[in-house]
């Protein structure tokens, strides 16, 4: 962040946070607010993160949190300085975590910002197989105001913030969000350095397209762009290429296997996660998403496919 661009701005209460010391980059203070720069915060969101970007013109999310987290990260955020209305806030995904207290910002005034996958998935009833239940429609508050289908581009208290689609990499809508002039990146759950990748495969994610959506991010950033992961710490660039790696490697397995006929259970004795640089806490699960959404792409696992 230029140190000119923020006084321009005229951001009193930036000014002010500098002189705090919550403003040490890395430090967490006990409400669960990681500093991440002068002006981006990560906030605890019942599990997963926010990020916070503040300015004279109010704050932008992205995400919200997961239900009933609301208030308690409205008080977070009042602790933040400079303006503390929430201008817009970016949904990366439509799962619950990402967007539980929508309603509670847009009620505030805030912008809701999606892909229209994400819209549409928010505002009907569907099918959640690995919850074995049904989840209802989100009310008609919670659903995004401003939708899009490629990429945008805003800037809001002199930041440049730029957003685009990640096709079928998590969710069927998933997108990143770039802070361009602070060189923050955030990605929600197309990223995963703490829990198992998740492919939601009902949606249409899938691993071919998970590897390609991290291929398109690495275009984006640059060595020094930090990367905000839905869940878990905040990445640096070499710690998300790595995950990009090994995803490559995992997916050039599950086309051998699959290409055999395997099954998820076949794959697990085949020891198809051995040996990599991440251990996974339930590979079943991930292996079974990942051969339902190989399946549904099974023109695509190539050119020797019969
Ligand atoms: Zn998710």
Redesign the pocket.
Known sequence: MDRRHVLKGGMAGALTLWASPLLQAGQRTNDGVRQLTNTISILDGGGSNIAAFSSADGIVLVDTGAPNNGDRVMAALKGLGGNPNVHTVFNT?H?L??TGNNEAFAAAGAKIVAHDRTRQWLSVDHWLPDQDRYQKARPKAAWPTDVFFNTGTRTIGGEQIDYGYLLVA??AGDIYVYFKDSNVLAV??VASPLNDP?L?WITGAWIGGRVSAMDRLLKIGNDQTRVVP?TGPVMTWAEFKAERDLMEVVRLRLFKQIRQGDGPQDMVDGGVLKGLARTWKDPYKFLYAAARGLWGNHNKLDPDVV
Do not use: C, I, K, M
Request: proline letters at 0%; aromatic letters at 0%.
């Open positions: 995904h799962h975590a990402q998590h969710t929600g759950d998740e939601d839905g």
